[in-house]
Structure formats: structure tokens, C-alpha cells
């Protein structure tokens, strides 16, 4: 039996973040509330010193083809793929489905749900079966599954690495060559700048060049370019970053385990749990001025982030 669904694209879309809702319920300010419901890096990449001219005229071309140097020589990216920089991934995410025309789209779910939403915008149907699309979040947001060469099967086929950077040997950044392939890349989450909006597709160089042309001139603004540069050039902090994570991931299922919970999945930038109940689970943390993350399809699922460095004995005491 085909299994087909199609869904509003007025629906309600669930995500982390809505810090603002929690504190409006249990009280507090933003300085008081530990805030773990985002996969964010909690050691953002230190800002830099930006030239003047980075606020204040329109970004060149000297500018724009440095960013995309580094993003290459960052993830290797091979001759044959073209690569784009745009103001965040969400911004290509919603572009994506208008590439070609609708059909029936493939998104193992549980996962990240923008692109479902993105796809069902344009007209897109919803399946579990073979698809003339196919969206695979890797690692997957939130159980952490990784992909293989093997599953790309769809003719468009979109490759979600916000976060995989925390994991590069699993990259499938070599199959962006290949015709209907696009692989994404956000500088939010690793580099913990989401305020800086800027995110990357790289794949099939006429798919590439179509997402330029829909997101127009100057997309990514002057300081992003410069950050975003500088950031993806500085491959010490990247390596120190990861084991940074890695440490903190374990710690943080330690704590975990303590107080009953199961992991479930996750990355090194957000742990999935078991719980008996998430619903209480975040409710009792939100008392103590924690924000977690729960999901509409699960009672059991928890997602937290990681805590900042100086923040984790106010974790330990809200557990």
C-alpha cells in the first residue's frame, strides 16, 4: 500500500529555541535560564576585529570568493562541485523544493522537520516509499543516525550536514559531484554563531547555480564573510573544538544515566535520552530555570544541549 501524506503547510513547525515562552511561564531573565533545547556549540568561535567596511559597503567579489576558498579547502570539496554561501541553511532549505517540479519526496523522520515543511510549501507529497526526492539529515537531528553513499538513491537527493562537522571523516561530501546532489553545511551549530546566518549548499554545479540565482545578490552580508573566513581557515580551533565536545558529551550522558535517563542517540552537540516521562522531565528543569527539549511525537525523548563550561553545576542541580 503506498504510504503517502500531505500535510499543511500552515502547520505549526516544532523546534528548539522559544526561550522567551519559557521564561514568560516559570519566570526568571535570559542570564538566568541554562538554554539546552538547541544543538548550538556553547563555545562560539571568538569574534573578530572586522574592517569598517565590512558594515558599511556592499560585499565584493575579493570577499565572497575568500569565504568560498575557505569553505572548500575546510570540507574538501572536490573540483567537480559547485558551492554557495547563502544567509543561513534555513534560507536554502526553503528554496530547494523549487528545482524542480513537485512529486513525492522521501524524508526518514524522526528528523529535523523544516524540510518537510519546505517541501509541502511547493506543492511536494510526502512518502516512505522510492521518491523523485530524497532529504537526509547527517548525522540526524535528533537520533544522530549516519548515512551512506548507499542511501542516496532519490534523483534529488539533499544531504543535511549542519552537523556534521563535529564528525568529518563521515562526510559524504565527495558524492556533491554527482548530477541531483546537494549537500548542506550551517555555520551555526558548530561554530555556535547562528546570530551570524550563514550557510552553505554544495552539490550538482547547475542545482547550485539555480540557488544562486534564487537568493539573488549579496545574500551573505560584509561581517558574516569576513567571519565565516576566518573561522573555516582556523582548522586548530575546529580540532581542539571537537574533543572539547567529545568530553563534554560523555560527561553530560554520565550526569544523565545517574538520574535514570537511556541514551537514546545523538551527537557530540546534542545528547538524546530516554525518560520515563520528557514532558515532566522538561517541566522539572524548566522550574530550575533549564530550557530542554521535547518532541510532539515522543513522551519518552529528551534532547538537551551541552552546557557552557560554567554553567554545568546549574544542570546538575535542576537533575
Given amino acids: ?26 519566570g526568571g531573565t535570559r542570564a538566568h535560564w541554562l538554554d539546552l533545547s538547541t544543538g548550538i556549540n556553547p563555545v562560539p568561535y571568538p569574534l573578530i576585529d572586522l574592517p569598517p ?30 558551492v554557495l554561501a547563502a544567509p543561513g541553511a534555513s534560507a536554502l532549505i526553503a528554496r530547494i523544493p523549487a528545482l524542480v517540479a513537485p512529486g513525492r519526496v522521501e524524508i526518514p523522520t524522526p528528523t529535523y522537520n523544516e524540510h518537510a515543511a519546505s517541501f509541502v510549501a511547493q506543492g511536494w507529497t510526502l512518502t516512505s516509499e522510492a521518491a523523485d526526492a530524497r ?28 552537523f556534521c562537522d563535529i564528525c568529518p571523516t563521515h562526510s559524504l561530501i565527495a558524492e556533491a559531484t554527482k548530477q541531483g546532489r546537494i549537500v548542506l553545511k550551517s555555520f551555526g551549530k558548530f561554530w ?16 547550485i547555480a539555480r540557488l544562486a540565482d534564487f537568493i539573488g545578490p549579496w545574500a551573505v552580508s560584509g561581517p558574516a564573510l569576513s567571519l565565516g573566513t576566518a573561522a573555516l581557515q582556523d582548522h586548530v580551533w575546529a580540532d581542539s573544538t571537537r574533543r572539547r565536545l567529545a568530553d563534554d558529551a560523555a560527561r553530560l550522558d554520565a550526569m ?20 520515563d516521562d520528557a514532558a515532566q522531565w522538561q517541566q522539572r528543569l524548566a522550574q530550575n530555570h533549564v530550557w530542554s527539549r521535547i518532541f510532539p511525537y515522543s513522551k519518552t525523548y529528551l534532547r538537551l544541549g551541552l552546557p557552557a563550561p560554567d554553567r554545568w553545576a546549574q544542570l546538575e542541580a535542576a537533575l
Avoid at 528548539?16 to 515562552?21: E, K, R, S, T
Avoid at 560585499?59 to 575557505?70: E, N, R, T, Y
Avoid at 557530540?268 to 535520552?273: A, E, K
Fill in 1 to 26: 500500500m503506498s504510504q503517502q501524506t500531505r500535510i499543511s503547510p500552515q502547520a505549526p513547525r516544532d523546534h528548539g529555541g522559544g526561550l522567551d515562552a519559557a521564561i514568560a511561564t516559570w
Fill in 135 to 162: 532529504v537526509l539529515v547527517h548525522p540526524n537531528n535528533p537520533t544522530g543516525q549516519i548515512w551512506s553513499a548507499a542511501d542516496l538513491t532519490a534523483p534529488l537527493t539533499v544531504i543535511d550536514e549542519s
Fill in 53 to 82: 567596511d565590512a558594515w558599511t559597503a556592499l560585499p565584493d567579489k575579493g570577499a565572497q570568493s575568500a569565504l568560498i576558498a575557505a569553505a572548500r579547502a575546510f570540507w574538501h570539496v572536490p573540483d567537480g562541485a559547485a
Fill in 192 to 207: 555556535g554563531l547562528a546570530g551570524a546566518r550563514l550557510g552553505f549548499a554544495i552539490g550538482d554545479p547547475e542545482m
Fill in 256 to 275: 544523565m544515566r545517574v538520574k535514570g535517563a537511556e541514551i537514546a542517540g545523538g551527537t557530540d552537540l546534542f545528547r538524546l535520552y530516554h525518560v
